[in-house]
């Protein structure tokens, strides 16, 4: 699976756009990017994926670069509730029996009033 | 749907004691995943199953037995626990296709 980078952690002011970036330099044509975030305590949980067009759903959308070695997330309206590690992980469509997500230290979210 | 439950939320266990973590899903997933997540770290994958009576080794299986005798259910077991084993513990599910739903996990300390 092709390695990601993602700050430690951003701020980002209640109300205001979050735009989380992750570089994937050594991505595959076959991979995809996925997006998962754990609020403190809690399971994580999928946010949104993608392989080469942009995408969006009610949660964020995912912006990738036309060179797919980065994307940024972004969630529109950062609520208080927001506040969670964001991972982005880069593997092969989920279809396979072998399908495993590998996190790594992902990056803090602080959304602050 | 409850989705993915785990039981217990949380346990203390001394070095050497044994306990089983376990899971259960009720949306007739076939893939089952345990992870296990230290402090300020990202998850590593101990084992998964594809399907009941099949499973795997993941990242890092050493001190952990699984078994998976029915679909929904997928019960980790710590033989003897050591204080290297206090993290937190999650369990995964996904139907083929799908992303991973995880529970809201287990948090164990050996002391």
């Known amino acids: 699976d092709a390695k990601t980078t993602q700050p430690t952690s951003m701020d980002c002011a209640e109300g205001r756009a979050a735009n989380l970036p992750c570089n994937h330099s050594?991505?595959?044509?076959?991979?995809?990017v996925y997006w998962y975030r754990q609020i403190h305590s809690q399971g994580p949980q999928y946010i949104i994926h993608?392989?080469?067009n942009n995408e969006t759903n009610e949660m964020a959308s995912l912006i990738i670069t036309e060179d797919r070695k980065s994307s940024t997330l972004i969630l529109p309206h950062a609520t208080l509730r927001d506040t969670a590690v964001y991972y982005c992980?880069?593997?092969?469509?989920?279809?396979?029996?072998?399908?495993?997500?590998?996190f790594g230290k992902g990056t803090l979210l602080t959304v602050n009033p | 749907n409850a989705g993915v439950t785990q039981t217990p939320k949380f346990r203390i266990l001394k070095i050497g004691q044994s306990m089983t973590l376990q899971c259960t899903q009720d949306m007739n997933h076939n893939y089952m995943y345990w992870y296990r997540q230290d402090p300020g770290m990202g998850l590593k994958l101990i084992y998964y199953s594809v399907g009941a009576g099949i499973t795997d080794k993941g990242e890092v299986p050493n001190g952990y037995n699984v078994s998976r005798s029915t679909t929904e259910d997928f019960p980790l077991r710590l033989e003897l626990a050591a204080p290297s084993q206090t993290s937190v513990y999650f369990c995964?599910?996904?139907?083929?296709?799908?992303?991973?739903?995880f529970g809201p996990g287990t948090r164990l300390l050996v002391l």
């Open positions: 992980i880069v593997r092969v469509d989920p279809g396979g029996s072998n399908y495993k997500l590998t």
């Open positions: 993608g392989l080469k």
């Open positions: 995964a599910s996904r139907r083929m296709q799908e992303t991973q739903y």
């Open positions: 050594t991505i595959s044509g076959n991979e995809y």
